[in-house]
Each structure stands twice: as C-alpha cells, then as structure tokens.
C-alpha cells in the first residue's frame, strides 16, 4: 500500500465482518477491531474511504459477503457509526466511512435491508 501511495494512488479499504466461531453479533468485539482498523489506517493520508462490511444483505456466500454472518446488520450499522466517530477523533473528518451492499439481490430482500437498516 506505501508504494502505492508513493506513486500517487488513494485507497479505499473494506473492514470485513467475519466474525470467529462463538463470536456473531458480539458487536462490542466488533467495534473494537472497527476502531483498531481506522486507528491503523487513518494516519495514512493516501487512504481516503473505508468501507464497512461487504455485501451485508446477500446471506448466500460466507467467502464473499458478510451478509451471511449474523448480526451483520447492526455490525454495519454500529460499525459505520464508530468508524466515524474514530476518524473524527484523531482528526480525520475527510475519511469517508461506508458500506457496500450486492444490488438487486431480490426487490423483496433489497426492501427488507432497507427497512431494517432504516429502523
């Protein structure tokens, strides 16, 4: 990644939710390694996102998307939230924190993601 940086590239990193046997939905855990993650890259000026979770509303694939994992809903929601806060604190405001989600899984799945993450 310096070599990157080096050259002039930006990154943008994904903190994934893959939680260890026995640890799905222990968020407090989560939120830790969350913040250790921006701890870690956010001194970094050439990374410029962080994206919190991958997939979290496919449940089909545990190699490649969180959604599989439970509690990955709220690990997003709180992750996203914590993600911020810490970038704040060590005076990183710029770093933008988000999530991704695989489009059109089903209309039907994609409105319950949506509702839930909303409530």
Do not use: C, K
């Not at 002039?8 to 830790?32: C, K, M, N």
């Not at 994206?51 to 990955?72: Q, R």
């Not at 060590?90 to 839930?116: K, Q, T």
């Amino acid at each position: 990644m310096d070599g990157y940086a080096r050259e002039g590239f930006r990154t943008e990193l994904q903190v994934r939710y893959h939680p260890s046997d026995g640890h799905a939905g222990d968020i407090a855990g989560w939120l830790e390694y969350v913040r250790a993650a921006v701890r870690t890259f956010a001194p970094r000026r050439s990374v410029v996102a962080l994206s919190i979770t991958n997939e979290a509303n496919l449940p089909g694939s545990p190699n490649t998307s969180d959604g599989f994992y439970a509690g990955v809903r709220d690990a997003l929601v709180q992750g996203v939230i914590a993600a911020g806060a810490e970038a704040d604190r060590l005076g990183r405001p710029d770093l933008s924190i988000g999530f991704s989600y695989a489009y059109r899984n089903s209309p039907e799945a994609d409105d319950a993601f949506w509702e839930e993450l909303g409530a």
